[in-house]
């Protein structure tokens, strides 16, 4: 076996014997361990949940409907087989330009009709990950980095740098302010990198944030641009969750600070956006890359013949965005929705006495499980994680494969599950509370003059299906909901 690996990497390149794929992590593990055994509510009751997975299944319903209403849409059906022909040949890799009119309409809806977009600067790719790598390629050279916030979405570190050589630092945000970006936290990753003879060459911004669920705001955003254009380097703008957003704070573009700030270089802003969060459509693989740089768009569009969108999907989704009354109620409905289920999710995390950071976007919710840990440290927090995927039998992503700067940190998904399956999942995630709580008690039992914690006493004794019960007052009313013992 050794020397059958070793005879491997000697025919192959070196990208392809390099770890640089980043799956060696606990975020992909989590995946791994659902995939071979996965929670069905009879085939599989003792199955892995699935909470690691940022997919939007909440408003299917809607998109379903409006399939069956609409079978021009496809041309692949009998109403729309007359422009199988057209559709079916080779077009533009510009894209098609009804397409491409109906995803800059989208995009400025999204957004509050606040700004515009020009349809000319939009470019195809095959998801958001082809248009970060994209971008990445024509931004920066092998060697050079951007900095990026952490925590920060793990396989940022498989797209942006695997095949570009381009190198990611980080900027340490911690809980002290809720995890938000700071002027003196981008200045230090920016002298870390100046002091390392490493060229940066860009800001990467993720807004809304995954894995913390929070938008940046219009200070925020001013800022990074200030610090951005004064360097006369790049600000990449992630905005595939922009749709996701469902309370207050709302979402802020770029696009609209770029707008109201005329005197900054434009040529050095970036949005990539995608309609897999959004839309819930991952699957289709729609990514786009709009740049205020002509150069940019320029290499870009011809980078996008490795990564098109099929002529068959532009077609159809083309029809659909340009529905307006469609498009205003799913956006509506499917707020409402996120909205909804993440409470539900909160609520009960909060009533087990574990904290959540508040959000206002998303399709997961950072929560903290700091006082479960054996340890403030990260070992401590991979054997917890450890054993809520094989003992707990769920599937949560834990901080540090974020990058985060603290342990304790998990993100939890909530958009991708049944209302059966996520009170399953808050059933499961309440018996590790009162199994932790018990280990306690039999520690402090060996101690003396150790009283037990009011929370000890109510999860030992409290019914489950009491604790996933909805509390009159939210969590999300306070920055943080810690928990109270």
């Known amino acids: 076996m050794e020397h059958s690996l070793r005879k491997q990497e000697q025919i192959l390149s070196k990208i392809a014997n390099n770890d ?17 055994d996965p929670y069905h509510p009879t085939q599989n009751p003792n199955g892995v949940i699935q909470m690691g997975l940022a997919e939007n299944q909440l408003s299917f319903d809607l998109v379903e409907e409006w399939v069956r209403n609409n079978p021009k849409a496809s041309i692949c059906t009998a109403e729309g087989a007359s422009e199988f022909k057209d559709i079916a040949i080779y077009q533009d890799y510009h894209g098609l330009p009804a397409f491409r009119n109906a995803v800059a309409r989208f995009m400025e809806k999204v957004r ?77 990753a920016y002298k870390t990198a100046q002091d390392s003879n490493v060229k940066v060459k860009g800001l990467l911004l993720n807004n809304p944030s995954n894995p913390l669920g929070t938008v940046l705001d219009r200070e925020a955003l001013t800022m990074a641009l200030r610090f951005t254009n004064d360097r006369n380097i790049h600000l990449i703008c992630d905005e595939i969750y922009s749709a996701t957003v469902f ?34 459509f991952p699957g289709f693989r ?19 013949s490795f990564g098109l969108v099929s002529t068959q999907t532009q077609h159809m989704l083309a029809s659909m965005l340009s529905d307006e009354a469609f498009v205003e109620r799913f956006l509506a409905e499917s707020a409402a ?43 401590a927090e ?20 974020f990058h985060c700067s603290e342990p304790g940190w998990f993100r939890v998904c909530f958009a991708n599950m049944d209302d059966d399956t996520m009170r399953v999942a808050l059933n499961r995630i309440a018996k590790l509370v009162i199994q932790s709580s018990s280990n306690s008690e039999a520690a402090a039992a060996r101690k003396p003059c150790r ?23 939210s969590p999300m009313t306070s920055p943080l909901v810690r928990a109270r013992t």
């Open 20 to 36: 640089g794929h980043g799956e060696n992590s606990a975020f992909f593990d989590g995946w791994k361990a659902y995939d071979t």
């Open 112 to 188: 509050g009709n606040r700004v515009r977009f020009d349809p000319d600067r939009i470019v195809m790719s095959g998801g958001a990950t082809g248009a970060q790598e994209t971008l990445a390629f024509c931004l920066a050279d092998p060697g050079d980095a951007l900095l990026v916030p952490t925590p920060y979405y793990p396989a940022n570190d498989r797209d942006l740098t695997w095949r570009t050589g381009v190198k990611l630092v980080p900027v340490v945000c911690d809980s002290s302010n809720d995890f938000k970006m700071t002027l003196s936290g981008l200045e230090a």
């Open 247 to 280: 309370d207050e704070p709302g979402f802020i573009s770029i696009a609209e600070i770029a707008q109201e700030n005329p005197n900054c270089n434009t040529d050095l802003i970036h949005i990539v956006y995608s309609l897999s969060k959004d839309l819930g």
């Open 286 to 304: 729609v990514g786009i890359l709009y740049s205020y740089n002509d150069a940019v768009v320029a290499c870009a569009r011809k980078m996008s």
């Open 337 to 379: 929705r996120l909205g909804a289920r993440r409470g539900v999710l909160c609520r009960g995390l909060a009533q087990m006495g574990l904290g959540s950071l508040r959000g206002s976007a998303g399709l997961y919710c950072w929560m903290d499980l700091r006082r479960l840990l054996k340890a403030a440290t990260f070992e």
């Open 382 to 401: 991979m054997e917890l994680w450890r054993v809520v995927i094989h003992d707990v039998r769920i599937n949560v992503s834990p901080g540090a494969s």
């Open 451 to 473: 009283r037990r914690s009011k929370l000890e006493v109510s999860l030992s004794f409290r019914r489950l299906d009491e604790i996933m019960m909805s509390s009159p007052h």
